[in-house]
């Protein structure tokens, strides 16, 4: 449900706390109620109700805001109560508290976080110091705090927050379906021994009483969460936004660039008036260390100098050797940026390996999960769980084939062992090379033989990493790292700041395209759907549907685990099936366009390295 207008809730006070121009992005931008990622969320609330089995008397609220309010009251009631979702409100202010457990009159905030925490941790938090993560849930905990005594004064009030035990292990099958085993012990003994706690109370009160400045903007740092609310709801609030300067909250702000959706915080607010690229922040440079420029001032790539040196691509060229490097990048970046000549591609001989691997050649792409409740008997909180994969392979005679594989199943199986099963199963999979981009799915197969190995049935995967040469009886490595070459062989003028397969597959379609070759990677039979998918502009986004957003590996994680969870209805999971599959396929196609492109270029020069200024 949408809130009202003019109400502050718990995203909303948190948000304006830490900059109060965000208080307008919110309110005017939809945003209002702090909205996530469908599937994150439901697996965070799933999470929350593992925890509340833990509590006696455990209800839950309503979506709706005012009945959830109704509720909690009446449920507030009762001498012992553990309520999910608790709803407060004192006049328009409003929070949701995760669970709130009543036990006599002893109120207890209750939050539950992701990050895992030893056992033999201290039970009571101290002062987080310069931790960030702990110090932002200790402020959505005051923020609590000062709503629950508000509105009950002369109740004590606790905090307790909740981390998955970084040592825990199950002893049974699916504690993520602990919804399906309610009555049995032995999933509730798990999931007691799953959750560590920690008293935050005192903590806890003292960002309520004095907001810190390593959390908070400065025109709120050293108030109580009182004052911070009367000064959101003063006069005085607009001159404070008026007076707010680009400061270090700005490199991770949502806001700060303009998008499609959004008009960009730095254009509305700050005078850019002689940058001419003002969407352009050194935070996205390529490379590390590019905020010490804004400790100098500087915000925008185009205020930084390019040195004497590395002032043309031909000096450029000079500072490396075998390498393209990230300081090279950097300045190709830079020069781009101030319209300076830069090449259109530039290939170091290192690539001319790639007609040289054993062919068939396999592009295949896993996608992996982790979630702080394990699926499988024995395993811990995080330990990955791999659930698809997708892999196109380029055969001897010039045929390219699909194999792909999702697990479909809600409840509790033999996941990796199917897994495995059907990675065996892609044609000629044994031979030739397995391309990757990421050393990932190799870790992946060695994690999995490791997992095999205990059970004696580890030997098939061990084929997919050391295969005989057929005349030497010589082993050679069956993963090849695209990615790897990537980055230190190629460069189109299309790159931006990332090296990531997506970022590069857009990179070389607008290279591609521009270059007027009329995507000539494409002569190769292959799937249609997927070329037709990747002509597109944006191809990740014409494949989902109207409420599915999978656009990388942590959205098709939440939407996977959200389905083995048990949060989908019918349709939903239709629709995650589809979307998952197609995710993934375009994943290891994309790979095998990059490939294909980095082959055809290299082949347009005799000379070992390509150097190429104009469109071809
Ligand atoms: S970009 Fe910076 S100033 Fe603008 S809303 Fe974000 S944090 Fe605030």
Not at 147 to 171: E, I, M, Q, R
Not at 277 to 299: A, P, V
Not at 445 to 463: A, H, T, V
Not at 544 to 549: F, L, R, V
Request: hydrophobic residues 35%.
């Amino acid at each position: 449900m949408e809130l009202e207008r003019g109400i502050i809730n718990d995203h909303l006070f948190v948000q304006t706390v830490s900059c109060p121009l965000k208080h307008a992005f919110i309110t005017e931008s939809g945003l209002f109620s702090g909205k996530r990622p469908v599937y994150r969320q439901r697996n965070k609330l799933h999470l929350r109700d593992a925890l509340a089995v833990c509590f006696e008397n455990t209800r839950h609220t309503s979506d709706d805001i005012e009945s959830a309010i109704d509720q909690t009251k009446n449920w507030l009631q009762d001498e012992k109560s553990a309520i999910c979702g608790a709803v407060l409100r004192s006049e328009n202010q409003l929070t949701r508290i995760p669970v709130l457990v009543k036990n006599g009159n002893r109120l207890t905030i209750v939050q539950v976080h992701g990050k895992l925490r030893k056992r033999t941790a201290p039970t009571i938090l101290s002062d987080p110091a310069g931790n960030k993560s702990i110090s932002g849930y200790l402020l959505k905990a005051a923020w609590r705090w000062y709503l629950v005594k508000k509105l009950y004064p002369h109740n004590p009030v606790d905090a307790k927050f909740y981390f998955p035990d970084k040592n825990f292990k199950s002893t049974v099958e699916g504690i993520n379906r602990f919804k399906n085993h309610d009555q049995n012990d032995e999933v509730h003994e798990n999931l007691i021994r799953l959750f560590n706690s920690v008293d935050a109370t005192n903590a806890t009160k003292n960002f309520h009483d004095k907001l810190p400045e390593l959390i908070v903007h400065t025109a709120f740092s050293g108030l109580s969460v009182a004052g911070a609310v009367n000064l959101i709801q003063s006069e005085e609030f607009n001159q404070i936004k008026e007076s707010v300067g680009i400061h270090d909250g700005c490199k991770g702000c949502m806001h700060r660039r303009e998008t499609n959706e959004q008009q960009g915080c730095w254009n509305l607010h700050f005078n850019t008036g002689n940058i001419r690229h003002s969407n352009h922040h050194i935070y996205e440079l390529i490379g590390h260390g590019n905020d010490r420029g804004s400790g100098n001032g500087i915000y925008f790539q185009e205020e930084l100098n390019i040195p004497e040196g590395v002032n043309t691509f031909e000096k450029i060229k000079k500072t490396g050797d075998s390498v393209i490097t990230v300081q090279q990048r950097k300045y190709l970046q830079l020069l781009k940026l101030k319209e300076k000549k830069v090449p259109s591609l530039w290939i170091k001989p290192s690539l001319n390996i790639l007609e040289k691997l054993p062919r068939p050649l396999h592009f295949i792409d896993f996608e992996a999960a982790t979630y702080a409740l394990p699926m499988k008997k024995g395993s811990g909180c995080y330990d990955p769980v791999y659930f698809q994969f997708s892999c196109h392979s380029l055969h001897n005679d010039g045929t390219l084939t699909h194999t792909a594989w999702l697990d479909e199943n809600t409840g509790s199986e033999n996941l990796h062992g199917d897994f495995s099963d059907q990675l065996y199963a892609i044609p000629a999979i044994v031979e030739g090379t397995i391309v990757q981009y990421s050393p990932f799915e190799k870790q992946a197969i060695n994690n999995l033989i490791r997992e095999f190995k205990r059970c004696g049935d580890d030997f098939r995967l061990k084929n997919l990493l050391a295969i005989r040469g057929s005349g030497n009886n010589q082993k050679f490595e069956r993963f090849f790292d695209l990615s790897k070459f990537i980055r230190i062989g190629y460069y189109n003028r299309f790159m931006e700041e990332g090296l990531s397969l997506k970022q590069i597959l857009g990179s070389v379609m607008k290279w591609e395209r521009s270059s007027g070759r009329n995507l000539e990677i494409f002569e190769k039979p292959s799937s249609d759907e997927m070329v037709e998918i990747l002509r597109s502009e944006n191809p990740y986004s014409v494949i989902q549907q109207k409420n599915t957003s999978i656009v990388d590996g942590a959205s098709a994680m939440n939407a996977w685990l959200a389905l083995k969870n048990g949060l989908l209805d019918v349709k939903e999971k239709e629709d995650i099936l589809r979307i998952l599959k197609k995710y993934c396929a375009l994943d290891s196609f994309a790979l095998y366009i990059i490939f294909m492109h980095l082959v055809k270029v290299f082949e347009l020069s005799v000379k070992e390295e390509v150097i190429l200024f104009d469109s071809i």
